[in-house]
């Protein structure tokens, strides 16, 4: 396909609850509540890593949007001819808002939309455009079990510089998935199918769907549990992202973790629950002993950080250290990732390339393989 006018959506405030640990950002309470926690809104941030990709196409892409920062700011910030055919309605920006947009971007002659935000903006452009119109996620949200996402915002960029230059992409239609953020908060994952958009895919670029209501393999989750347990340090602060696998690490302890949130432990205790990016900062900066992570990928994406974990800032991977990070998975999870890497994107993107490489993943009592983590760079 010929790209000549770039359709730009940006939701200000998709994933400003992760680093809250509120789970989503859907709604204005939420959005405050994250707000007056302290937490920036990073889209923008994503949205400029991927047009960065396309500054030598500057004087040959017009970039359709709507006003402010639901693009105008960054694409004439950015230096691309911009044409703003609306304005959103309210301040925070609504669903409505970004489906309108969607809508009158394709009228004003768009050849394809780019949308920055997670899987509830992904609903917004399923409503506006159905599966007739070509479109690309830059993963900015909490959720995205969706595969209309580029993996990471540089790999978008990547995706938008190949149409650009003339290149073959295919197009091909992509579930959108979502759950539901009262369920999700309260420690229930409640997701389906909710429909289809036309994604234009290239390589390892775009995401897969993520993997959800699999069975549970009780017994190797059991084994790896045990294996954590029988390493764990005294005077060690361990931060415990979210998982089935990571929750049955403190249930071997005898601690009432939670499955969707960023937990505390130290000395074998539960010192904190459900936390946010802040309080792990904080908790880190007031430790003085060694702290440590303990992550699980997501099925099927294999996404390591920045999916559903944002409660994992640059700040505390900085802190904490790759050295630090103890990787749990089952063989099952990691073969049906095909040989793809594990993914990492933090929002830092030297973080993430100096991150990437192989590390250990733990895989059963005794039993570890050494695994590919990426940033997505081919």
Known sequence: MEL????????PWAGIGGPAGLKGSDGEDTVREALEAGVEPRAQQRADVALQALHEFRDRVEILCFAGNMGED????????VTVVGEAES???????SERAARE???AGADLIVFVGGDGTARNMVNALGAEFPVLGIPAGVKMHSACFAISPKAAGEVLRRLLAGELVDLREHEVRDIDEKSFREGRVSTRYYGELL???????????KNAGREVEELAVADIAAEVVEDIEPETLYVVGPGSTTLAVLDELGCEGTLLGVDLLLDGELIARDIGARDIEA??????????IILTA??????LIGRGNQQFSPAVLHAVGRENLIV????????????RPLLVDSGDPDLDRDWSGFIPVITGYRDAILYPLSNGDL
């Open 105 to 107: 971007i394709r009228t």
């Open 91 to 97: 301040d925070p920006s609504t669903p409505a808002d």
């Open 4 to 11: 000549k006018k770039l359709g730009l959506i940006i939701n």
């Open 298 to 303: 997501i099925g099927g994406q294999g996404h």
């Open 74 to 81: 960054l694409a004439r910030s950015s230096g691309f001819t």
């Open 199 to 209: 994604v234009p895919e290239e390589g390892h670029f775009v995401q897969a769907v």
């Open 283 to 292: 908790a880190l900066a007031n430790h003085d002993g060694p702290a440590k």
């Open 328 to 339: 749990v998975a089952t063989k099952t999870k990691i073969t049906e990732l095909g040989g």
